[in-house]
């Protein structure tokens, strides 16, 4: 059995879905609420998965820096050159924008890049578009 805790953090960027078939193939943005849930097989010697701050200063810091306030396209959007021309703190991504990919990204990259070295994987990552609008994605489980 696993520990998992989840600290919550929330970025404003804008991105726009390439091929969408609706208005979100347009360029807008949001205030993205990210719910980052990280998991230990044991608890460290004061009892904790990790410090709340560690997560903080290691995961958010880096949602921070790379994507806060800026805008996100998929690497192959025919927009990308254009808008990097006027603009060139757009990010190119690997990945479609979508919630979805952008919680997959979270695990599958950033976690494990920023964790590195702390024991603690970062497991499950919950994205918020709107109010009403969330995608979640859960790495898959490594059983011994």
């Known amino acids: 059995m696993a520990y998992r805790i989840t600290r919550r953090h929330e970025i404003h960027c804008g991105h726009r879905v390439t091929g969408h078939e609706s208005k979100c193939a347009h360029l807008h943005g949001h205030a993205y609420v990210f719910d980052l849930t990280c998991e230990a097989a044991e608890l460290d010697p004061l009892g904790r998965v990790i410090d709340f701050a560690v997560i903080k200063e290691r995961v958010c810091r880096w949602l921070e820096d790379v994507w806060d306030h800026r805008m996100l396209l998929w690497q192959h959007d025919p927009m990308l050159p254009g808008l990097r021309a006027l603009d060139p703190s757009v990010v190119a991504v690997p990945f479609n924008p979508t919630a979805e990919n952008i ?19 970062l497991v499950a990552v919950s994205v918020q578009e709107t109010s009403k609008c969330s995608a979640q994605y859960e790495a898959p489980r490594h059983d011994a």
């Open 103 to 121: 919680a997959r990204f979270v695990v599958d990259v950033v976690g494990p890049q920023t964790l590195e070295g702390t024991g603690v994987r």
